[in-house]
T-cell receptor, first 117, second 107 residues
Framework: NAGVMQNPRHLVRRRGQEARLRCSPMKGHSHVYWYRQLPEEGLKFMVYLQKENIIDESGMPKERFSAEFPKEGPSILRIQQVVRGDSAAYFC???????????????FGQGTRLTVV | AQRVTQPEKLLSVFKGAPVELKCNYSYSGSPELFWYVQYSRQRLQLLLRHISRESIKGFTADLNKGETSFHLKKPFAQEEDSAMYYCALTVADKLIFGTGTRLQVFP
């Protein structure tokens, strides 16, 4: 099991372009989470998805950001019309199941570092 | 509001010294707390969780509901413990992270 795979590792975009970040969860994991880490800050929750469903998007900015986790293929975090403030490290995590008391661990990818120039 | 606070950005100790990384939380329900660690150039990984009451790599953490704390402790730090440490709280199936503490262990 290769672990959670994120690509690209580094992404440079000009202001106004679109950024697409991909996350392939671990085999057998149906729950995916996206986190953003701004410089000098901790990881901030963005969105929680299961296959074909958005469960919790309370951490997603209201505009320009969207996420999906299709039945087939990786989860995608899409940022339209990027601005300098979007520059950050974006981390994906996956887990096989959730629920209190299930003692379930979230496994993290190595992140995508987005730089907007 | 749910929140995790790690007051120290950086903690520097010498090898063999005791280590305590502080974590306080704010949560009205019954908390589930974790410590995650990120070694240089590696991905974030789970270190320990309070439910298991385990000791990993010599680290322990006790949940103190009265003080709303979950401090991470190790009696004798090793150089290989140098890393970023994040305290996290589970809320509605997602993890709320603190801002992290960088531990530097000098030889």
């Amino acid at each position: 099991n290769a672990g959670v795979m994120q690509n690209p590792r580094h992404l440079v975009r000009r202001r106004g372009q679109e950024a697409r970040l991909r996350c392939s969860p671990m085999k057998g994991h149906s729950h995916v989470y996206w986190y953003r880490q701004l410089p000098e800050e901790g990881l901030k929750f963005m969105v929680y998805l299961q296959k074909e469903n958005i469960i919790d998007e309370s951490g997603m900015p209201k505009e320009r950001f969207s996420a999906e986790f299709p039945k087939e293929g990786p989860s995608i975090l899409r940022i339209q019309q990027v601005v300098r403030g979007d520059s950050a490290a974006y981390f994906c995590a996956s887990s096989p199941q959730v629920g209190r008391g299930t003692n379930t661990e979230a496994f993290f990818g190595q992140g995508t570092r987005l730089t907007v120039v | 509001a749910q929140r995790v606070t790690q007051p120290e950005k950086l903690l520097s100790v010498f090898k063999g010294a005791p280590v305590e990384l502080k974590c306080n939380y704010s949560y009205s329900g019954s908390p589930e707390l974790f410590w995650y660690v990120q070694y240089s150039r590696q991905r974030l990984q789970l270190l320990l969780r309070h439910i298991s009451r385990e000791s990993i790599k010599g680290f322990t953490a006790d949940l103190n509901k009265g003080e709303t704390s979950f401090h991470l402790k190790k009696p004798f730090a090793q150089e290989e413990d140098s890393a970023m440490y994040y305290c996290a709280l589970t809320v509605a199936d997602k993890l709320i992270f603190g801002t992290g503490t960088r531990l530097q262990v000098f030889p």
